[in-house]
């Protein structure tokens, strides 16, 4: 046998155990050096625009969003962390600030709810 370590069945249990654990917690493709798992949801804030798609299968829009995460108290706070969305809705629309809840489907983060009006308080972010 090569040079290497030898791990005890019960060693082995447990490492299977943390990748398993690890690969359903960051399992999914990588898009600009961060893993989303797919069918993941996330809350964002609109920065810029969400325009209309103009077909769902071949003219879907972009925009960027603010990742928003909570802190120990329970509050949520702005990641600094920017991601870009894709909108496939022929309908859909959001103004810049606009609360979103978005989904990784097929590779994309997909707007599947997004606030009826802006928040003064995240308009504006960069």
């Known amino acids: ?26 399992g ?8 989303h798992p797919e069918g ?11 325009t209309a798609a103009t077909s769902v299968l071949n003219g879907e ?3 960027t969003f603010a990742l928003l995460r909570k802190n120990a108290d329970g509050d949520m706070v702005d990641t600094t962390e920017r991601l870009t969305g894709t909108n496939r809705d022929t309908t859909l629309t959001a103004l810049d600030g606009s609360v979103i809840i978005v989904a990784r489907v097929d590779g994309e983060w997909r707007p599947v709810w ?6 003064a ?4 972010l960069t």
């Open 1 to 26: 046998m090569a040079a290497g370590y030898m791990l005890t069945e019960g060693q082995m249990a447990h490492l299977r155990e943390v990748v398993r654990h690890y690969l359903n917690l960051y």
């Open 28 to 35: 999914g493709r990588v898009r600009g050096g961060t893993r």
């Open 40 to 50: 993941v949801h996330r809350t964002g804030v609109t920065i810029g625009t969400i």
């Open 61 to 63: 829009t972009t925009f």
């Open 114 to 119: 997004v606030g009826c009006e802006p928040d």
């Open 121 to 124: 308080a995240v308009t504006g």
